[in-house]
């Protein structure tokens, strides 16, 4: 090992392990549902107004014709009765995908929040416009004998299903909001170092999911009611984070906030070497999770000047903002590293004026602090 390299925060053992996630294995039609992605926009008192995103693809040579249906049921902590929220008629061209946005209106919606951590299930039903029976005639191979066959058509092409929670997340002049409601993050470091020592290595990043549900409870019996993601484990690696679904899948039913950190997190090394690509690809596997409420794809790297800084945040912002405009965006925690005194850009960190503040620095969702 190359001790000029190793790092404080992270075992001195370089064989770190990993947790690869899960594996699936969808057996689908021609046509079938790619992606659901279903969120809050507003919240009205007890009413939320809700949008599901719908990718559909259709991979056959035909046109298809059928009705998208979105479905929904309390799941978590109360279960309750599946009732349809909203459908559309829709058209698909040969080799079409495409994404069908519906909008509702959910009363008296059972909103998700530390206090009370409801969850929803969420299907989308994606139902052929054909059905029934459909006899065809054919000749043998011999072209003496006409045969028939009967083709049975299926009316449901697919079924697609998540689990979310409905809530908004806001910043107001300063002031940290769930569904409009100020909230206070107590939300502690999670480096992910445990015991026993000699495990530490190989636990850093892939833990057992009883010690994920331990840690978890912990801060909850700590009166803390979230997180910062900050696993560390090199200064080498070019990513340094994870994106474990486990801790959300918990965390979105005990009722904890995350300071997500996605796998292409950025430590101290300049961010501009970060996987972008892989930083939205993370973004689009948990932005169900309504535990999540801030991206912060990095902790204090290297930014030397203004124009590399606003490059960087440029880059997360376009990995990000595109796939999920719904949480606060963070590109670093410590924004005293991007060399700007104030919090509105007019000033460097020397105090001395800024001729031009770039748009991104105060752009739609952007958060800064100084952890």
């Not at 075992?11 to 594996?23: E, L, Q, V, Y």
């Not at 059972?110 to 206090?115: D, F, P």
């Amino acid at each position: 090992a190359n001790f000029k390299q190793m790092m404080h925060h992270c075992p001195t053992d370089p064989n770190i392990g990993w947790f690869a996630g899960r594996s699936f294995l969808h057996l689908v039609r021609s046509t079938f549902v790619s992606d659901l992605y279903v969120y809050a926009n507003t919240i009205e008192g007890q009413d939320a107004e809700v949008t599901a995103e719908v990718t559909l693809y259709n991979t056959s040579y035909t046109f298809y014709k059928g009705q998208l249906q979105v479905l929904l049921k309390d799941w978590f902590p109360t279960d309750g009765k599946e009732w349809v929220a909203d459908s559309v008629e829709v058209e698909l061209q040969p080799q079409e995908q495409r994404t069908q946005k519906l909008r509702f209106r959910v009363k008296d919606a059972h909103l998700w929040s530390v206090q009370e951590p409801q969850l929803y299930q969420v299907r989308a039903l994606l139902v052929n416009s054909v059905s029934g029976k459909k006899t065809e005639t054919f000749s043998a191979v011999d072209g003496d004998l006409a045969r028939t066959r009967e083709l049975v058509i299926d009316k449901l092409t697919d079924d697609y299903v998540i689990t979310t929670g409905f809530r908004t997340i806001e910043q107001d002049d300063g002031t940290f909001r769930i569904n409009g409601q100020p909230e206070l993050l107590r939300a502690p470091l999670y480096f992910g170092q445990r015991f026993p020592l000699e495990r530490n290595a190989l636990d850093l990043l892939c833990p057992h999911s009883e010690d994920i549900m331990k840690e978890l409870l912990a801060v909850k019996k700590m009166n803390g009611n979230g997180m910062r993601m900050s696993a560390h484990w090199s200064d080498d690696n070019p990513q340094d984070g994870t994106n474990d679904p486990r801790f959300t899948e918990i965390a979105d039913q005990l009722g904890l906030m995350f300071i997500w950190q996605t796998a292409s997190w950025i430590r101290l090394r300049s961010p501009l070497v970060a996987d972008f690509e892989g930083m939205a690809e993370d973004v689009r596997q948990l932005r169900n999770a309504p535990s999540i409420v801030i991206w912060q794809p990095s902790n204090h790297p290297s930014l030397t000047d203004w124009k590399s800084a606003m490059a960087y945040w440029h880059k997360v912002y376009d990995a990000i903002y595109p796939n999920d405009t719904t949480r606060l965006i963070t590109p670093t925690a410590d924004f005293r590293h991007t060399r700007v005194y104030n919090d509105s850009g007019s000033r460097d960190d020397k105090r001395r004026p800024v001729s031009y503040c770039d748009p991104v620095w105060t752009a739609n969702r952007i958060s800064r602090g100084s952890m």
